[in-house]
């Protein structure tokens, strides 16, 4: 079999740079995003590697992190250390016993409780990065173009625009690196069908613990059918048939693993006019579609969530610009008692930036009238229509529209 193109990925530089200024490294993500080629593929020479899914290295770091430590000693790369929270302990002493930087880089998903041995056992030694599946620039090659996306009356516009039909094929191929050269149904199935049944099943719903598979697939179905709607607890256990408590526990470890995002309301103590509900969004478009059914990507854009997927689509295409920049984006979504809707506010430097996101081709003045709305709360930057405009279009003194590959 051929090797597959390597494309570089945005956050190569920051793995460099954060592993100059800091001991350790922490690189988390969903599975097979390319946590383990991005870090094999940025470090020199000499850096050992070492997978904690080999169950005799896994038996080795749970019973002796001591000696596992001096077998794999640094500049070192640990897999999926998640597996083995023993060694977060003997990993503070070996960086605190050095002056050196870059040590230990690791991989991991961000459960729960790894997340806390990190923060407890580690915090000051460690810089933990967010990794994502590909973005729109690392698919066409440009990663290291890409920057943190904010609205601009000049947009970026280096990436090539692609027709409706296209954009519809990317958002239903999905961003993991062997999901986006499938465009036959049948091995883009063979692809999810594997990747639900081998990591959700295994890392997730063993994570919970999960009885009835049954009840957990039908959740899954029922969530990824919910991809850009508001989350309602009540209405998922309905279909699901489990309790509204367990949706909640279930959601949460979905949050955590990185599957799903969880984007919330504006809300201002001074007006109790706004939805507190947040809106929920499937990180992998391509994931989603296999859990809703859309078997196609002709079937994806001419069905009825058509809307909600282009949605989920800019949205997570937006957070990626800044997760792969190392930063964290503050973002919410805005909706008052009365209807008037912002789908995407981005915070910066105390201003807002509003964002809405529609799939036609034919911005309308109308479409930003909730900008305006939104300005005598808050003060609002320049905002922008995401659409699939094939040119830049002004909207109003402060808005225009772009084309959703100016993202």
């Not at 989350?231 to 509204?244: H, T």
């Not at 809703?292 to 990626?320: H, P």
């Not at 996101?357 to 005598?376: M, N, Q, R, Y």
């Amino acid at each position: 079999m051929a090797e597959r193109l390597y494309l570089e990925r945005t956050l190569a530089k920051e793995i460099r740079r954060m592993s100059e200024n800091f001991k350790a490294i922490l690189l988390t993500g969903p599975r097979q995003i390319g946590k383990t080629t991005l870090l094999k593929r940025s470090s020199d020479t000499g850096r050992k590697y070492v997978t904690l899914d080999n169950q005799s290295d896994l038996l080795f770091a749970k019973t002796d992190p001591r000696g596992f430590l001096d077998a794999y000693s640094p500049p070192v790369i640990i897999d999926e250390i998640q597996y083995a929270p023993e060694l977060f302990p003997y990993i503070k002493i070996l960086l605190d016993n050095s002056d050196q930087s870059g040590l230990i880089w690791m991989t991991g998903s961000q459960q729960y409780d790894m997340m806390k041995n990190v923060t407890e056992s580690l915090a000051g030694r460690i810089a933990i990065i967010d990794m994502l599946g590909f973005s729109a620039y690392e698919r066409e090659g440009m990663g290291t173009q890409q920057d943190p996306f904010l609205p601009s009356p000049k947009p970026k516009s280096i990436l090539k625009k692609k027709s409706m039909i296209d954009t519809f094929k990317i958002i239903w191929q999905g961003a993991f690196p062997d999901a986006i050269s499938k465009e036959d149904p049948k091995n883009w199935n063979a692809f999810y069908d594997s990747y639900v049944r081998t990591y959700l099943e295994r890392d997730v719903r063993q994570l919970l613990n999960v009885g009835n598979e049954i009840s957990f697939i039908t959740f899954l179905k029922v969530v990824a059918a919910r991809t850009a709607q508001e989350l309602n607890f009540e209405d998922i256990a309905r279909n699901v048939g489990i309790s509204p408590s367990t949706v909640k526990n279930w959601i949460s470890v979905l949050k955590t693993s990185g599957i799903i995002y969880l984007l919330q309301p504006y809300f201002k103590n001074i007006t109790k006019r706004l939805t507190k509900t947040p809106k929920l969004y499937f990180m992998d478009t391509g994931l989603a579609a296999y859990l809703a059914g859309w078997t196609t990507s002709e079937a994806l854009q001419f069905g009825t969530s058509a809307g909600a997927f282009f949605e989920t689509f800019v949205v997570t295409e937006i957070l990626k610009s800044y997760k792969h920049n190392a930063e964290n984006p503050s973002v919410c979504f805005f909706r008052d008692e009365k209807g008037h809707e912002i789908d995407l506010l981005i915070q910066k430097h105390g201003k807002y930036y509003p964002v809405e996101i529609k799939k036609h081709a034919t911005p309308l003045f109308k479409d930003v009238s909730a900008f305006k709305i939104f300005s005598k709360i808050e003060t609002v930057e320049y905002g922008c229509e995401i659409c699939l405009t094939p040119e830049t279009q002004l909207l109003s003194n402060n808005a225009n529209a772009i084309s959703v590959w100016d993202i």
